[in-house]
């Protein structure tokens, strides 16, 4: 099994900046990908970024050159670092896990932090 809490979400003005953090704890060994979804209020939830065990990154077109995703390994922690915020990112952020480990693929999710951008 893997946890993830995130934090650092909160309130800013378009154009701020936020980063949120996302810790893992259980069977780290068994993440292949880590990824950063949001979800807006009446809207289905997107992918926003995500890094790979390899370290490779991947990001929605709407994030691209404003959101970087990184990790630290000693931490056991994925950022996304979010700069030039929009109003249009407000969003309930979710760390997703996927992990492969015993022939079985399984998907793990936090509990969200929400983000609000004020025009």
């Known amino acids: 099994q893997v946890q993830l809490v995130e934090s650092g979400g909160g309130l800013v003005q378009a154009g701020g900046s936020l980063r949120l953090s996302c810790a893992a704890s259980?069977?780290?060994?068994?993440?292949?990908?880590i990824n950063w979804y949001r979800q807006a209020p009446g809207k289905l939830r997107e992918l926003v970024a995500n890094?790979?065990?390899?370290?490779?990154?991947n990001y929605a077109d709407s994030v691209k050159g404003r959101f970087t995703i990184s990790r630290d390994n000693a931490k056991n922690t994925v950022y996304l670092q979010m700069n030039s915020l929009k109003p249009e990112d407000t969003g309930v952020y979710y760390c997703?896990?996927?992990?492969?480990?015993?022939?079985?693929?399984?998907?793990?999710w936090g509990q969200g932090t929400q983000v609000t951008v004020s025009s």
């Open positions: 997703n896990a996927n992990t492969y480990y015993g022939l079985t693929w399984r998907n793990h």
């Open positions: 259980g069977s780290i060994f068994s993440i292949s990908v």
């Open positions: 890094i790979t065990r390899g370290g490779s990154t």
